[in-house]
């Protein structure tokens, strides 16, 4: 006995719009990330690179080989505020 084409067509749909939904958030990712890898298990220390490369580049996966700062780098400071406690 033959399976009807009928009840196929339903799960070739849902596979489809996996696949769709997969390959969309592929592209999302490497948009984010300008074309390159994410990345996993920041401490510290990456987030600091990475809020520098950002204050240099205007990007946070930009990088700079320029041994010279640029002159606006010298008023941009990241200093976190705290709210006052009363």
Do not use: C, H
């Amino acid at each position: 006995m033959a399976i009807p084409f009928e009840a196929l067509l339903p799960y070739a749909i849902m596979i489809g719009m996996f696949g769709v939904s997969s390959v969309g958030l592929v592209v999302v990712k490497r948009l984010k990330n300008e074309g390159k890898n994410p990345r996993y298990n920041l401490d510290v220390w990456d987030r600091q690179m990475m809020d520098r490369d950002r204050r240099l580049t205007g990007s946070s996966r930009g990088q700079t080989d320029n041994p010279v700062a640029p002159p606006e780098f010298a008023v941009n400071s990241e200093w976190k505020l705290s709210k006052r406690q009363m």
